[in-house]
């Protein structure tokens, strides 16, 4: 912590916080007062909290799965609870499969995986946002990944037709006429493509599935995350396109993964 970081500002900064809504004010203090180069740089960003700007935004990166992921104004911040479902694709990605990291977003997933999986991957990303594109390059830099900008699998080599063992695809999951109902950090500060599933939360996952089988290696998996009441539309979506489906639950993090193979 900053030597400028004296008990009576930290308290101080815990009071705007508090004061502005932010239930995690202590823990956020924290974390503002380690990123503060100056007690005018701290100001700032406790002021852009307080505004409603994500911490993540603010300090320039998040905590997930023991990383820091840089993530950039716009770009969707990882959420604790896909840690799970980097956690599943780490324990299925043997030493050197291919894992490709579809909506990558900022790269946290297939950073994690890379990190976790205990060997080599052979990884890829993609992204439609320009934005996240360039956060998951200076997330991925030195794993060897490539990572490519398009709409999801147009984005990436033709090579990798029938080849990948590790699909993680983290789709926009929330129903359109739910997006008024997140909270501001969310609803106003990330893409809305990152979010936005369409009416049943489920339109990107449907393209994903119908694709996957062509992209998908003989012994390979999908994964991706859902909600807990959008579990069992989910399922049905990945079996309409042929695919053995199950889900996982870690109750910890509320955290909801589907697994999807060949069959």
């Given amino acids: ?58 300090v320039g990166w998040a905590e997930f799965a023991g990383l820091r992921i840089a993530v950039d104004p716009g770009v969707f911040v990882p959420r604790r609870r896909s840690e799970f479902l980097a956690a599943e694709a780490a324990r299925l990605a043997g030493s ?3 894992v490709v990291d579809l909506c990558c977003g900022s790269g ?27 956060c998951a390059r200076r997330n991925l830099a030195g794993t060897g990944a490539r990572v490519f900008e398009g709409d999801l699998f147009a984005a990436l080599p033709d090579a990798l037709r029938g080849g990948v063992e590790v699909l993680i695809a983290n789709v926009p999951y929330v129903p359109t006429g739910d997006i008024e109902l997140l909270p501001p950090e ?40 859902t909600s807990e009441r959008q579990a069992d539309g989910a399922l049905a979506v990945a079996r309409a396109a042929g695919l053995a489906a199950a889900v996982s639950r870690e109750e910890e993090l509320d955290a909801t993964v589907v697994t999807a193979t060949l069959g």
């Avoid at 007690?39 to 935004?57: K, N, S, Y």
């Fill in 1 to 58: 912590m900053p030597v400028f970081a004296s008990a009576a500002l930290r308290s101080s900064v815990v009071s705007q916080l508090r004061s502005a809504g932010c239930v995690f004010a202590e823990d956020e203090a924290r974390i503002l007062l380690t990123a503060a180069a100056t007690t005018a740089g701290l100001a700032g960003m406790v002021r852009a909290r307080a505004q409603g700007r994500p911490l993540e935004h603010v």
């Fill in 108 to 134: 946290a997933l297939g950073a994690a995986v890379a990190a976790t999986a205990g060997h080599p991957v052979e990884l890829y990303a993609a992204d439609l946002d320009p934005a996240a594109v360039r």
């Fill in 96 to 98: 050197g499969a291919v």
């Fill in 186 to 225: 969310a609803r106003l500060h990330e893409a809305r493509p990152a979010l936005d599933g369409g009416p049943d939360g489920l339109d990107v996952l449907r393209r994903v599935a119908a694709a996957a089988p062509q992209w998908l290696a003989a012994d390979g998996a999908l994964l991706f995350e």
